[in-house]
């Protein structure tokens, strides 16, 4: 699914671990409750995508945009394992 156009799309509680989502497109995109450990988002686009209670351990978001590790903290479940937008690893 890698530079998969998904913006607006409702992906609520979908199971998507250890997908290829690089490079795709998930503005808007509806992500609450969504299993996204260890799941590839480099470069993905996120800009107003709701992350509420996703679960992004383990999850790539090296250069991903439109969101801010201060929002991923605030919103995601887990984080745990998480490489970060900025390629730091969350603890």
Do not use: C, I, W
Not at 8 to 24: I, M, T, V
Not at 36 to 58: I, S
Not at 60 to 78: C, F, I, P, S
């Amino acid at each position: 699914m890698s530079h998969a156009a998904l913006q607006d799309a409702n992906l609520s509680s979908a199971f998507l671990q250890d997908a290829d989502l690089s490079n795709a497109f998930l503005q808007n995109a509806n992500l609450t409750y969504a299993v996204l450990t260890d799941t590839n988002l480099t470069d993905a686009h996120l800009r107003d995508a709701n992350l509420t209670d996703a679960n992004l351990a383990g999850a790539n978001l090296t250069g991903a945009t439109g969101v801010t590790q201060e929002t991923l903290e605030m919103q995601a479940r887990d984080l745990e394992g998480a490489t970060m937008p900025d390629g730091s690893k969350h603890p």
